[in-house]
Structures are given as C-alpha cells and as structure tokens.
C-alpha cells in the first residue's frame, strides 16, 4: 500500500532558526511528490511539485528536494507568517489521479 | 481567476438530513478532485473527474455519497442520511490535464453533523 510518513508532527522555531521537515514515502512507483501549506480553517496552498530523484525547488524561503525515498522541505530563517500546517502528498504511477497524503506537520515559528 | 470555488463554507445539519456541497473549479480546469479531510489528518481522496465522466472512486465513498459533474463545469457531492462520523472539510481540488499535474485546492466545506 502506498504510504507516506511526515516527521516531525510538530515544530516549533525561532524566528530565523532554520530547520527541515521530512516526508517519507514507499509507492510503488512516483509520478510526482507534492508540497502544500495549509492554514488553519482553509484549503492547501500549493508550493512544489518535484518528478524526480535530484530534483530541487525553491520558493522565497522555503526549498523543497527530493530522493528515491524522502522530501525534505527546508525552511531558512523562518518568519512567524511561516507558522502553518505543511503537507506532502505522492501521486502514484499506475494511472490514478489522486494524491496519497500525510498527516501533515505542524510549524510554529515565534517572533 | 479567482481560484477553486466552494459553497457553503459551513454546513451544520442534523443526523439523518442530507447535504450537498457544489465545487467551482479555476476556468479551463479539466480535471476536479472531491477530498475529504478531519482534524489532525491530510486529506483522504474520495473521487476524481475528467470533464463530465467520474473516473475513479474511493472505497472511502460509500453509497450515501455521490457526486456529479454535469457539463464538465462546476461539481456537486451530496451526502444523503448523513452521520456524525461524515463530519469533516470536504475539499475541492482542480487542475488541467497536461499542466504538469499542478492540483489547486479550494477553501473547503465544514460539515458538521449534530
């Protein structure tokens, strides 16, 4: 069964303490790994998509990479506007559409 | 473009009463995505369209749900003798085929089921 495992749960910074956030995962065969932002009460906000082992993607402070089994989501000098639940999801080869998600991790970043 | 749409926002009903949720997906989005997602978790998949034909289902979609896409536009998930445990967000996602597989979400639907 495909999976996807995201540690730690929770973490909490301070601001401009940079940190990562893992997202392990056993698919049979990825199509393409997804970052979200989630916050509280609303929908997730897109951030990175990445296909392939090496791959790396960056947007404003955050970077996300990616290998044959983990995605690392690294957040330098963090901000509290940075404090959301972030979420990884896989898209499997096989001809589903649909995302595979974790639990998700819970950023705090304090001023 | 205003992104995926949803209405209502929330949603409180009682045990038994049935509810339906509509979906506006971001113009030219082929493809739109029904998930649903409680407290502490991520979003679980429920169901999947490409323009008007429902192509995959979630066996989390029991006989109680079913959803619709009409004219391949706007989509509409109806929860019929709902339950407490059917209290959840219920999130509409949408993305055009050949984008790359960029999947955007709305803001959600809270039911709530007293």
């Known amino acids: 069964e495909d999976q996807v495992t995201q540690s730690p749960e929770a973490l909490r910074l301070q601001e401009g303490e940079s940190s990562s956030l893992n997202c392990s995962y056993t698919?049979?065969?990825?199509?393409?790994l997804f970052w979200y932002r989630q916050d509280p009460g609303k929908g997730p906000e897109f951030l990175f998509t990445?296909?392939?082992a090496g791959e790396e993607k960056e947007k404003e402070r955050l970077k996300a990479t990616l290998t044959k089994k983990e995605s690392f989501l690294h957040i330098t000098a963090p901000k509290p506007e940075d404090s959301a639940t972030y979420l990884c999801a896989v898209q499997v080869k096989g001809g589903s559409e649909k995302l595979v998600f974790g639990k998700g991790m819970k950023l705090t970043v304090n001023p | 473009d205003t992104g995926v749409s949803q209405d209502p926002r929330h949603k409180i009903t009682k045990r038994g009463q049935n509810v339906t949720f509509r979906c506006d997906p971001i113009?030219?989005?082929?493809?739109l995505y029904w998930y649903r997602q409680t407290l502490g978790q991520g979003p679980e998949f429920l169901t999947y369209f490409q323009n008007e034909a429902q192509l995959e289902k979630s066996r989390l979609l029991s006989d109680r749900f079913s959803a619709e896409r009409p004219k391949g536009s706007f989509s509409t998930l109806e929860i019929q003798r709902t339950e407490q445990g059917d209290s959840a967000m219920y999130l509409c996602?949408?993305?055009?085929?050949?984008?790359?597989?960029?999947?955007?979400f709305g803001e959600g639907s809270w039911l709530t089921v007293v």
């Open positions: 698919v049979s065969g990825l199509r393409g």
């Open positions: 113009s030219e989005h082929n493809r």
């Open positions: 996602a949408s993305s055009r085929s050949g984008s790359g597989n960029t999947i955007y």
């Open positions: 990445l296909y392939s």
